[in-house]
């Protein structure tokens, strides 16, 4: 789903414009960024919690000549399922 699918799916179903689901859609997103920085995770009761990890360091290999390269340590977001999505699959 693009986010452009999801804009138009909120406006049907809300009755809001296209233009309104996407300034609420923008306003929740930008919220979203605002807890994880903040607080480390974002849960979102009845689907699931976005949480900050630390990936450690690690050695790859460059794809083109195969050398090995340091990756440095760095922090990504990570998505855990609530139990009311688990069991919707």
């Given at each position: 789903m693009t986010k452009a699918e999801l804009i138009a799916g909120m406006a049907k179903q809300t009755g809001l414009?296209?233009?309104d689901a996407e300034r609420a859609l923008n306003?929740?997103?930008d919220l979203g960024k605002t807890a994880i920085k903040r607080e480390g995770r974002l849960?979102?009761?009845g689907f699931g919690t976005f949480v900050?990890?630390?990936?450690k360091?690690?050695?790859?290999?460059?794809?083109?000549?195969g050398?090995?390269?340091q990756i440095?340590?760095?922090?990504?977001?990570?998505?855990?399922?609530?139990k009311e999505l688990k069991e919707s699959l």
């Open positions: 414009t296209k233009a306003a929740f997103l849960p979102l009761a900050v990890v630390d990936r360091a690690r050695t790859g290999r460059n794809p083109q000549t050398a090995p390269i440095r340590a760095s922090k990504v977001v990570r998505f855990r399922p609530g």
